[in-house]
């Protein structure tokens, strides 16, 4: 893949990840970070996680 179209699908993928781990109550810097490593799969991982709830 060419990194003039390979570098900002990654980066894109971290920002969606890290998008849809906030939603979930999840830090989103680790997991744009998780997400920008793994990209696609990194996406799908934040997408499975359960939400983080408070404890009682």
Known sequence: ???K???PVWLL???LGAWI???KGR???FWFLLC????PIGVI????ISRNEPRS
């Open 1 to 3: 893949m060419d990194l």
């Open 5 to 7: 179209l390979g570098i």
């Open 13 to 15: 993928c971290g920002i």
């Open 21 to 23: 781990a906030t939603t």
């Open 27 to 29: 830090g989103g810097c």
């Open 36 to 39: 920008a490593v793994l990209g």
């Open 45 to 48: 991982v934040a997408a499975v």
